[in-house]
């Protein structure tokens, strides 16, 4: 199992080799984006084959889309700090793959 760190999605994308249970702390969707929204903890799923949303699920590069092996996201969304208070946001919490939390 590896723990990574990535600036944005298509920094995650583009990780390889992925293996089962790797963790990638992702710091923000886009690198063009000025606050840290979207941004969040992924682990990687070998049995996973759904679409590549660019929010809870995200496609490596090297993996064809009917393949099975995704990113998912996991524990809370993006972290987004404005002036002087921090903002936790809750994007879509997945405790285990597939269920939702209550809000």
Do not use: C
Not at 2 to 30: C, M, Q, Y
Request: aromatic share 6%.
């Amino acid at each position: 199992m590896a723990v990574l760190e990535k600036a944005d999605f298509n920094a995650l994308k583009a990780t390889s080799p992925h293996n089962f249970g790797d963790i990638a702390f992702v710091a923000k969707r886009l690198a063009t984006d000025t606050n840290t929204d979207g941004g969040g903890t992924f682990v990687y799923d070998t049995t996973v084959t759904e679409d590549n949303d660019d929010a809870r699920i995200i496609k490596p590069n090297d993996v064809l889309p009917a393949n099975p092996g995704r990113w998912v996201r996991r524990g809370f969304g993006g972290i987004r700090v404005t002036s002087k208070r921090l903002t936790i946001t809750i994007v879509q919490d997945t405790l285990p793959h597939g269920s939702t939390l209550a809000h």
